[in-house]
T-cell receptor, first 115, second 111 residues
């Protein structure tokens, strides 16, 4: 599996501001995904980050709220825009490795608290 | 709406016993099935995956899949206190796309 890092690991933000979360992988990967895990809940897929094209969003998530970039095969960002306390959550990136089955491996996560 | 169901637990087993974790899914087109372990405050860690009906063993872990019954399970033999965590079942219908996670089962292994 790859080594996946996320920045920041945690942050406390004010309502109405935006935060950009970075996900870096130490090798090229075919697929990158962004998930949200709300307190005490399971994981919900936000979007698939596509290299060279717009992200593919799941139902209930929109680009204006969660813009995503993926400029190359090792890096992606997720921005949480115009934050409210309901956005307080753990945000996780995951990757599917080239040449593997479709297993996904997760980064360490970013714990976001919105006041 | 594709759904994945798990008992939330907590499931408590004594040390050395077999822990049995169950997962059912609604989409008959599901092809790939995964078990993740998540310790409190940590990200999910892949334990096992299974694609075909039957059993798949890896050390103390056995995954069992029955597509006709839309049921996948994880057995943990010789359970250890370090196995205490939340176990997440994930299902995908298309290759590499759209994991759907269950709510997770919290396992507590009592010393």
């Amino acid at each position: 599996s790859a080594v996946i890092s996320q920045k920041p690991s945690r942050d406390i933000c004010q309502r109405g501001t935006s935060l950009t979360i970075q996900c870096q992988v130490d090798s090229q990967v075919t697929m990158m995904f962004w998930y949200r895990q709300q307190p005490g809940q399971s994981l919900t897929l936000i979007a698939t980050a596509n290299q060279g094209s717009e992200a593919t969003y799941e139902s209930g998530f929109v680009i204006d709220k969660f813009p995503i970039s993926r400029p190359n095969l090792t890096f992606s960002t997720l921005t949480v825009s115009n934050m409210s306390p309901e956005d307080s959550s753990i945000y996780l990136c995951s990757v599917e490795m080239s040449g593997s089955g479709n297993e996904q491996f997760f980064g360490p996560g970013t714990r976001l608290t919105v006041l | 709406q594709k759904e994945v169901e798990q008992n939330s637990g907590p499931l408590s087993v004594p040390e050395g016993a077999i822990a049995s974790l169950n997962c059912t899914y609604s989409d008959r087109g599901s092809q790939s099935f995964f078990w993740y372990r998540q310790y409190s405050g940590k990200s999910p860690e892949l334990i096992m995956f299974i694609y075909s009906n039957g059993d798949k063993e890896d050390g103390r872990f056995t995954a069992q899949l029955n597509k006709a019954s839309q049921y996948v399970s994880l057995l943990i033999r010789d359970s250890q206190p370090s196995d205490s965590a939340t176990y997440l079942c994930a299902v995908t219908s298309n290759y590499g796309q759209n994991f759907v996670f269950g709510p997770g089962t919290r396992l507590s292994v009592l010393p």
